[in-house]
DNA sequence: ATCAAAACAGGTAGAATTACCTAGACATTC
DNA sequence: GAATGTCTAGGTAATTCTACCTGTTTTGAT
């Protein structure tokens, strides 16, 4: 019988112990590599002789967080399949990792069964995803062209439209003249943005804008 | 038990006959409309006075073609669950039946327990994806991301790195520091990022990179 | 009619961006 | 060896952004 190797990325220390004994309990599996964050993580992997097949990826750590150890991953280890581990479940959030190439997302209270059989699945078939995430990815194909409403945020309609066009690079000033309103208004309201979607600058307020279809923008090339 | 009832359009009166007899001979199915192309299909539907739950849908049909009926069913009786039925199995044309929400992608050639299995699923969940659909689905959501990025515009690493720490919302100097290097050189990057991409200000960049996804951003909330 | 929220607008100040320059170090290519 | 491109980094100046204030007017809801 082949032994599938699997890695754990995870901060928190009592997690990840009690993952492993779960895991090794099995006797298909076999924990070989643990890291507390990112960085440790790509250091053993650059390390190791042999690659695990399977890294179990939790996506809150310090130093290097679950999305930058999936691009890297991604890109110098391809092989290893990612099973993302998070409680932060969001449709938008799903999506964005299996963009990542995860190839199965598992809360983190899951009970470890479900562990196991994730991890089997993902080694026989490449991929597993549970009801939940399928459904998620279901209206993510639907939803694709809708442009739903955003009532997640309370922005006003004047906030809305302030957005808009700072998303459509305008400067205060440009958008004051826009709307007939004084560059300190405009500045006020962006403020207010700023605030509301607690973002440190228009960077942000655009990233959050676009993420959640806030705004509408034509592409551009 | 609930019954469930079913319509089945496709022009082929065998592959119909034979499909009906297989169904009704489980008891908790009821095949209850048949149709040899769209347009009999959808008179049929208004009809009824009650509406099937589910739908086998055949794509190659004269008159009007499965799309062009999935598109009505959509819009008109969007309670009924599409199964769709066909030969053709390439990726973009499931994508494109599962967007004009089709819930289930059969084989022709499917066998009969394969069918009545998936129609229970999709009566219970709400939709169901074998794996090699399910395979689809994922190849479509990596390909979108991917490749596109390096051709259109010639951004040099550096100039990523630069463009991607912007995306989440560093100034220049912190830049600078995250980088060791000048505040004034990461000026220099950006100002080519505005000139190469033909941008006003940050907010021109961030859409850019998202929307040609040069970057990878977590969701925030 | 009253109250609260939103939109409006100004002050001040420091930080950051944007727009122009110039130019050396280094690697690659012809 | 020269040409090219990239990364580096500095000068100068105007503009814009961000973060604190303050306040009035308008609007909508109870």
Redesign the pocket.
């Known amino acids: 019988m082949k032994i599938i190797k699997i890695a754990i990325a995870d901060d928190e220390a009592l997690f990840r112990k009690g993952m492993k004994l779960i895991l090794n309990a099995y006797q298909e599996f076999n924990v070989e590599i643990e890291a507390e964050h990112g960085v440790h993580l790509i250091e053993q992997l650059r390390a190791a002789n042999e690659l695990p097949d399977i890294l179990l990826l939790d996506l809150k750590m310090p130093e290097m967080n679950g999305i930058e150890v999936a691009k890297v991953v991604q890109k110098e280890f391809n092989e290893i399949k990612i099973i993302v581990l998070s409680t932060h479940f969001s449709r938008a959030f799903v999506i964005n990792m299996i963009e990542l190439s995860a190839v199965a997302y598992l809360p983190k209270n899951s009970q470890p069964t479900e562990v196991a059989e994730t991890i089997k699945a993902v080694y026989e078939k490449g991929f597993y995803y549970n009801n939940d995430v399928l459904g998620m990815i279901r209206e993510n194909i639907i939803s694709k062209t809708k442009a739903k409403a955003n009532f997640e945020f ?6 809305k ?2 957005l808009q066009l ?1 998303c459509e690079q ?7 003249e826009k ?14 943005l ?2 509301k979607l607690n ?7 655009v990233v959050l804008a676009l993420q959640h279809k806030i705004v509408q923008i034509p592409l551009r090339y």
Chains 1, 2 share one sequence.
């Open positions: 309370d922005l006003t309609a004047r906030e439209e302030i700072i305008y400067t205060a000033p440009e958008i004051a709307l007939f309103i004084s560059p300190r208004t405009v500045d006020g309201h962006r403020n207010n700023l605030s973002c440190k600058n228009v960077a942000g307020l």
